[in-house]
T-cell receptor, first 115, second 110 residues
Framework: AQSVAQPEDQVNVAEGNPLTVKCTYS??????LFWYVQYPNRGLQFLLK??????LVKGSYGFEAEFNKSQTSFHLKKPSALVSDSALYFC?????????????FGKGTRLSVIA | DGGITQSPKYLFRKEGQNVTLSCEQN?????MYWYRQDPGQGLRLIYY???????QKGDIAEGYSVSREKKESFPLTVTSAQKNPTAFYLC?????????FGAGTRLSVL
């Protein structure tokens, strides 16, 4: 079975400081990993994905994530946070070999960037 | 949110009433999904369909029903058997490497 853990319900960071939102995963095979962002009363917007290749993945709005196979982690990072980054962030996983089966999501981490 | 249209944006259900949430996509994807979102619980899978005329139950299918008569459409009916329907409902479609979401429907009980 696949699963995702986001250990922090809330992350607070000052504007201009670096941010990290943590994610660990469990799959039986090789993972497809994703980060999505949600603003209030909106759907999920795609930020970035890891499928294969370089462990450091760059995505939208200056976000990046690092795939670490030994630690089964895929933490989301940004060098300098903006107030507009405040939102709910979801990590998700799918097994390579499972075809088009549903993504499994973490419970989400609320990021608050303080001016 | 592009490519997937959910309607209505807000929906109110009376006691004992069935209501249907619409989801249409123009991305030509085979796979479509319905998720329910409650505060602090993330996204929970209700139903999914990997091909027309076929669908599977997710983790919380009780009190819900779906159909998949056309590739573009995957409506969700919240039946009177669902005793706690108040939530934000998200429809999605996907390729193997990416999932696309609609803007959601917020369902409340009158």
């Amino acid at each position: 079975a696949q699963s995702v853990a986001q250990p922090e319900d809330q992350v607070n960071v000052a504007e201009g400081n670096p941010l990290t939102v943590k994610c660990t995963y469990s799959v039986s095979g090789n993972p497809y990993l994703f980060w999505y962002v949600q603003y209030p009363n909106r759907g999920l917007q795609f930020l970035l994905k890891y499928i294969t290749g370089d462990n450091l993945v760059k995505g939208s709005y200056g976000f990046e994530a690092e795939f670490n196979k030994s630690q089964t982690s895929f933490h989301l990072k940004k060098p300098s946070a903006l107030v507009s980054d405040s939102a709910l962030y979801f990590c998700a996983v799918r097994d390579w070999n499972s075809g088009n089966t549903p993504l499994v999501f973490g419970k989400g981490t609320r990021l608050s960037v303080i001016a | 949110d592009g490519g997937i249209t959910q309607s209505p944006k807000y929906l109110f259900r009376k006691e004992g009433q069935n209501v249907t949430l619409s989801c249409e996509q123009n991305l030509n994807h085979d796979a479509m999904y319905w998720y329910r979102q409650d505060p602090g619980q993330g996204l929970r899978l209700i139903y999914y369909s990997q091909i027309v005329n076929d669908f599977q139950k997710g983790d919380i299918a009780e009190g819900y029903s779906v159909s998949r008569e056309k590739k573009e459409s995957f409506p969700l009916t919240v039946t009177s058997a669902q005793k706690n329907p108040t939530a934000f409902y998200l429809c999605a479609s996907s390729t193997t490497s990416r999932c696309y979401f609609g803007a959601g429907t917020r369902l409340s009980v009158l």
